[in-house]
């Protein structure tokens, strides 16, 4: 079974420039989820979904991220424009469905973006 | 405000020896848990998880124990190898609220040979 995919793996922006992540899920999984994890910190959500519609994007920073799931497969992330503070890890997740027992995430390997 | 807290950045075992690692938890909604391995470079990859429902749950040289009054949860390796030495992250959600999963600072295990 092919595991979430995401690219690119690695990612270095000077400040106030865009960038954009992709994700492809796990084949058949409605959820998809969008974390950061900024060093030394456990991975935050940053925005859920539910096939293509948004289930919680609460800690979104909406005035310089966004996130679609286009078709409720592939979901691409992006941020304009990057802040120092953005660089972290950027991870995408899917799972069947959300609820009992079948939140068991599968990750991919991240993005790791470094901001100057 | 950290709903979910593992207040050992790190912990160094000797192979063979059991690795207890902790988690404490805020929300009393959370019913729902689960521990996460994490090698460098790479996601987090899926161990164990338990219902509120149980007080223990075994798979192989990994057991997780959940005391709801005491909001803590526990994962022991037994024994502990090398191979295990990863950051571990635990987590939890609300089945009910169909919240997200909700994630420790993690705990670094070191496994001495």
């Known amino acids: ?116 | 405000d950290q709903q979910v807290k593992q207040n050992s950045p790190s912990l160094s075992v000797q192979e063979g020896r059991i690795s207890i690692l902790n988690c404490d938890y805020t929300n009393s909604m959370f019913d729902y848990f689960l521990w996460y391995k994490k090698y460098p470079a790479e996601g987090p990859t899926f161990l164990i998880s338990i219902s509120s429902i149980k007080d223990k749950n075994e798979d192989g040289r990994f057991t997780v124990f959940l005391n709801k009054s005491a909001k803590h949860l526990s994962l022991h390796i037994v024994p502990s190898q090398p191979g295990d030495s990863a950051v571990y992250f635990c987590a939890a959600y609300d089945i009910s609220g169909n919240t997200p999963l909700v994630f420790g600072k993690g705990t670094r295990l070191s496994v001495i040979a």
């Open chain 1, 1 to 116: 079974e092919a595991g979430v995919a995401q690219s690119p793996r690695y990612k270095i922006i000077e400040k106030r420039q865009s960038v954009a992540f992709w994700c492809n899920p796990i084949s058949g999984h409605a959820t998809l989820y969008w974390y950061q994890q900024i060093l030394g910190q456990g991975p935050k959500l940053l925005i859920q979904f539910q096939n293509n519609g948004v289930v919680d994007d609460s800690q979104l920073p909406k005035d310089r991220f966004s996130a679609e799931r286009l078709k409720g497969v592939d979901s691409t992330l992006k941020i304009q424009p990057a802040k120092l503070e953005d660089s972290a890890v950027y991870l995408c997740a899917s799972s069947l469905i959300h609820g009992q027992g079948a939140n068991k995430a599968f990750f991919g390997q991240g993005t790791r973006l470094t901001v100057v």
